[in-house]
């Protein structure tokens, strides 16, 4: 079982999901999308934004969380709440369930959480789902879905290339021809003096 939940602190509203139990997180661990953000909640960053400039109200929303959501974090005050992209993620076979390391610890950010804001929880409730979702299928199209995107742009990208240097050629042609007309056999025949009458000479006087 997955929760999903919405933070409408940010436009668009943020799509935000956890499992029900560190078991379910191993499922999210594995089966994560490379725009996720994860402390012990996911965010799922909209196309365009990074992980590295999240909005505060928005991380505010996300700690929060974390915390209500943790059986010991949610008893305590002060609690530092870590996130990191989800390619940062280290996960190997000695690990228990849930557990995680990270790969490139320069990757990591922290934010403390002093206490626990129940009008933030409660408004966050208020939007969550439960689904039970096929993560691996949703990953799978997913990528299939970028991988459409990028040969869609690739060939945009031919495309305009090839206009681009039709263009080049057609006025490199225009150029090197430019003067072609000037010098056609009737043009030549009707400047050349040889071919004019005895009393060419008249028409300058």
């Given at each position: ?15 935000v999901y956890v499992g029900k139990d560190k078991f379910e997180n191993e499922e999210l661990i594995k089966y994560g999308w490379e725009e996720d953000v994860c402390a012990h909640i ?77 009008v933030i929880i409660n408004r966050l409730n208020k939007t969550k789902v439960e689904k039970q979702p096929d993560l691996q299928q949703e990953r799978e199209d997913h990528r299939r ?61």
């Amino acid at each position: 079982m997955v929760y999903y939940f919405k933070s409408t602190v940010v436009d668009p509203p943020a799509f935000v999901y956890v499992g029900k139990d560190k078991f379910e997180n191993e499922e999210l661990i594995k089966y994560g999308w490379e725009e996720d953000v994860c402390a012990h909640i996911y965010l799922r960053l909209n196309e365009g934004d990074t992980w590295d400039d999240i909005p505060q109200d928005l991380l505010t929303d996300l700690a929060q969380l974390t915390k209500a959501n943790s059986i010991e974090g949610n008893k305590k005050d002060n609690i530092t709440v870590i996130y990191t992209p989800w390619s940062n993620l280290k996960k190997d076979g000695s690990m228990a369930a849930g557990q995680v390391s990270f790969k490139d610890q320069r990757k990591v950010k922290k934010i403390l959480v002093p206490a626990r804001e129940n009008v933030i929880i409660n408004r966050l409730n208020k939007t969550k789902v439960e689904k039970q979702p096929d993560l691996q299928q949703e990953r799978e199209d997913h990528r299939r879905e970028l991988r459409k995107r990028d040969q869609a742009a690739q060939q945009q990208r031919k495309k305009e290339e090839a206009r681009i240097l039709k263009e080049r050629q057609e006025k490199k042609w225009q150029k090197d021809h430019a003067y072609d007309e000037l010098f056609t056999e009737e043009n030549m025949e009707a400047s050349s003096n040889q071919n004019r009458d005895a009393d060419w000479e008249d028409d300058f006087m």
